[in-house]
């Protein structure tokens, strides 16, 4: 299944949620591997993360970037 960009972004918007990092670039081995938005609510946080490249099975076709992607989550920061 795969995750249409569009609806994510027209759903993330219905949450009302205030944005604390806009659209930056995030990267691997220096290069541009995707771009990331960080919303907040509070003490909550929801980072809206792309794969440059990724197709629609990211994993895939760009497995190290979804790994850097997924390896910073604990660091709560927004790739």
């Not at 850097?68 to 920061?77: G, K, L």
């Amino acid at each position: 299944m795969t995750i249409p960009y569009v609806g994510t972004l027209a759903w993330i918007e219905t949450l009302n949620l205030t944005i604390s990092e806009d659209w930056q670039a995030w990267f691997v081995d220096g290069q541009v591997a995707g771009y990331a938005t960080l919303y907040s609510s509070g003490e909550a946080y929801l980072t809206y993360a792309t794969v440059k490249g990724g197709g629609h099975t990211a994993p895939e076709y760009k497995p190290k970037e979804c790994f850097a992607m997924i390896d910073r989550i604990p660091d709560n920061t927004s790739c």
